[in-house]
């Protein structure tokens, strides 16, 4: 991997996460409140727009989030008339798994799978007979993140000093059918940095397109706050 490289930060332990989620449970079981929109409501909408038009829900595709936080970004991906039965999201906080689960159940989307798993270590689950049949990892039609690329770009290097995000952009590629695509939001990386890392002869991922959000200037250079790119699997 090539671009960008962060010191570890206490952003990048699974211990914070782990903290950050039981205390926004604790507090939707308290008051129902539901806990942060990453990177704000426009991103959301943004994303949902750019999936209805390149992986639209007249097609039933299955739709992997990885690192789901608390779901928000599968139920809204439910209101634009996504199927919830072939929506999952994955995260290796299991208080983050718990309330998205919460409230799943209490916006009647209790369909939509949520489960634990560290994808740099462990699969995903199937969430159809058809994926379970197939025996095969390269069983999505859309992969998306939200933010989890930046907080493991902040975790614990490992002996040779590389990040975990050195294993994402493979880990990630071996999950996505050939032709489908996956879609990365991030608030660290440009989209140079996101082309260089994810676009490598062993992930088989080429650029596709990228949502494009407000800029703005300082000390004389443009930029935007977040880089949404798209980057879509070879066929065979």
């Known amino acids: ?84 039965k072939r929506l999952c999201g994955i995260d290796y906080s299991s208080a983050a798994v718990e309330l998205s689960k919460s409230i799943a159940h209490q916006r009647g989307a209790q369909d939509i799978l949520f489960h634990t798993c560290d994808f740099l270590l462990q699969d995903p689950p199937f969430i159809s007979e058809e994926q379970e049949s197939s025996g095969r990892m390269d069983n999505w039609d859309l992969l998306l993140d939200k933010g989890t690329y930046d907080a493991m770009a902040l975790g614990e290097k490992d002996a040779l000093g590389r990040s975990p995000v050195f294993l994402y952009p493979s880990r990630a590629a ?42 703005f200037t300082f000390g004389g250079h443009s930029g935007t706050k977040y880089s949404s790119l798209a980057f879509r699997k070879a066929t065979q």
Request: negative net charge.
């Open 1 to 84: 991997m090539n671009g960008t490289e962060f010191e570890s930060s206490k952003l990048g332990s699974k211990e914070h996460w782990d903290s950050v989620y039981a205390r926004e449970l604790a507090s939707f079981r308290e008051i129902g409140d539901e806990g942060e929109i990453w990177f704000g409501q426009q991103s959301i909408d943004k994303i949902v727009q750019w999936a209805s038009q390149y992986v639209p829900p007249s097609d039933h595709p299955t739709i992997l989030e990885l690192g789901s936080g608390n779901g928000t970004l599968l139920f809204f991906l439910v209101e634009e008339d996504y199927s919830p």
């Open 174 to 215: 071996r999950l996505i059918k050939p032709g489908g695509f996956f879609l990365i939001t991030s608030c660290n990386f440009t989209e140079e940095e996101l082309k260089t890392n994810f676009v490598t002869q062993e992930s088989g991922l080429v650029y596709h397109s990228s949502i494009k959000y407000p800029t």
